[in-house]
Structures are given as C-alpha cells and as structure tokens.
Nanobody, 126 residues
Framework: QVQLVESGGGLVQAGGSLRLSCAAS????????MGWFRQVPGKEREFVAT????????YYADSVKGRFTVSRDNAKNTVYLQMNSLEPEDTAVYYC???????????????????WGQGTQVTVSS
C-alpha cells in the first residue's frame, strides 16, 4: 500500500516562501514520477508541477513557473516543492501524487496519478 505524507504547509505573507515535502512509502519510489496539485474549495484540483522518476525532467503550470521548484531525493523517498514569491492566489490545499506509469509526459492531469497524499494547507496573506 502506497502512502504519501505531505508536510511544510502554513501561513505566510505575500512575497514569502515555503517548502513542502512529501514522504513516500509502499513501492519503489525511484521508479515513479511525482506531481504536486492544489485545490481551493469549490474548484477542481489544479496541476502545479511534476518531476520525472529520475528527477531529470520537470514541468510546471504557467501560474507558478519561475516561482516554484520541484525536486526529489530518491535516497530519502521524498519529493519537494519550493515555493517562492508567494501570492494570495496560491492559497490552497496542496497535494502530492505518484504517477501511474512512465508512459505519459508530462503527467499534468489528475487521471495520470493513482496515489495521493492527504494534503497540506498553504495560506498566503496579503
């Protein structure tokens, strides 16, 4: 059974930074791409960023490009999302997810992922 546990969310002022972590267990972490999504109440879950199984390729939503960086440490079974220059519009629950396979690049839809974390709240005040 795959488990994904996010941490690092919180309250930050606009312009500030946060680093989210997602610890994975249950299947060989280094074989799967990982993604980050976010969701606000009443809206669909939105793609944020993804990183390939080797870490050699990344892809971002236009809304976060240049501000967010996704990375992974396969030795620690952990994926990270460094968020800089945060804006109130970034306020959401952030989820990490593990890709179903390596057949799709970039995996930017929720259907491309089969395991999800419980989410961590990020609130950016103006």
């Amino acid at each position: 059974q795959v488990q994904l546990v996010e941490s690092g969310g919180g309250l930050v002022q606009a312009g500030g930074s946060l680093r989210l972590s997602c610890a994975a267990s249950g299947r060989t972490f280094s074989l799967y791409g990982m993604g980050w999504f976010r969701q606000v109440p009443g809206k669909e879950r939105e793609f944020v960023a993804t990183i390939s199984w080797t870490g050699g390729s990344t892809y971002y939503a236009d809304s976060v490009k240049g501000r967010f960086t996704v990375s992974r440490d396969n030795a620690k079974n952990t994926v990270y999302l460094q968020m800089n220059s945060l804006e109130p519009e970034d306020t959401a629950v952030y989820y990490c997810a593990q890709a179903r396979n390596r057949n799709t690049w970039p995996p930017s839809a929720t259907i491309d992922y089969d395991y999800w974390g419980q989410g961590t709240q990020v609130t950016v005040s103006s």
